[in-house]
């Protein structure tokens, strides 16, 4: 687990100075269609509405780690994710992410990563997802696998997330939360799947990756676009 006592910008300081930095890179050129390694990402679940969100409160019961949620608020810094590869397989900035990789989604404000493990989920039973780590290093069970169809993770496409370690998809079933996340929806993995596993892209900002004079696919460019 990561040191809480360790001096950190208030959150929504951290997010705006992230896009402000981001911004400057900007280029010119037609919106990506797909996500690319190094993007700065919103998640929405389809069936319920809401955004994959974290913050620095923990679970009273289960694991105690920090708490992974779904809101319906679209403006909050609190729910942007970082694509980024796994301790075993790199995720080089620009590269679009294929159907089938695996990865890791770090919470951006606290740098801790999408995690789960056999821990119930404190309102469903379900299997609990939290986040974990340490400024994006945790373990094993932060990597999940990108479920979609075709080559490539699509912008417009609803996709799953498949937890590598346990095989569960990362859901939401509408069960929501009293004090002191009042309003907020639980977010668990589930194996079988559903609508309510189904997730698409929404607000970020994305690497792109560039184009050699020869014609040939560049990514050691590093270029952003919302």
């Known amino acids: ?37 190094g993007s700065v990402i919103k998640l929405l ?30 403006e909050d810094s609190n729910s942007y994710w970082s694509v980024r590869g ?65 080559a490539l993770w699509r912008r417009e496409e609803a996709v799953r997330f498949r937890h590598k370690a346990t095989d569960a998809l990362l859901s939401v079933t509408g069960e929501q939360y009293g004090r002191p996340i009042h309003g907020q929806t639980e977010v668990h993995a589930m194996l079988h799947p559903s609508q309510h596993s189904l997730w698409k892209t929404m607000e970020g900002i994305f690497m792109k990756p560039s184009e050699s004079p020869a014609g040939s696919r560049d990514y050691s460019q590093r270029h952003t676009e919302f």
């Open 1 to 37: 687990m990561g040191d809480l006592s360790r001096p950190v910008l208030p959150q929504a300081l951290q997010t705006l100075f992230l896009l402000l930095v981001y911004s400057c890179l900007l280029t010119s050129g037609t919106e990506l269609n797909f996500v690319t390694c």
């Open 45 to 74: 679940n389809t069936r319920h509405d809401v955004r994959l969100h974290s913050h620095d409160v923990r679970y009273g019961s289960g694991s105690g780690q920090q708490s992974v949620t779904g809101v319906t608020a679209v």
């Open 86 to 150: 796994t301790s075993d397989a790199l995720c080089h900035r620009g590269t679009p992410v294929k159907c089938g990789q695996t990865i890791r989604l770090t919470h951006v404000n606290t740098g801790r990563n999408l995690h789960s493990h056999y821990f119930t989920s404190p309102l469903s039973s379900n299997q609990e997802v939290s986040a974990f780590g340490d400024e994006g290093e945790g373990d094993h069970l932060d990597e999940w696998s990108v479920q979609c169809e075709g």
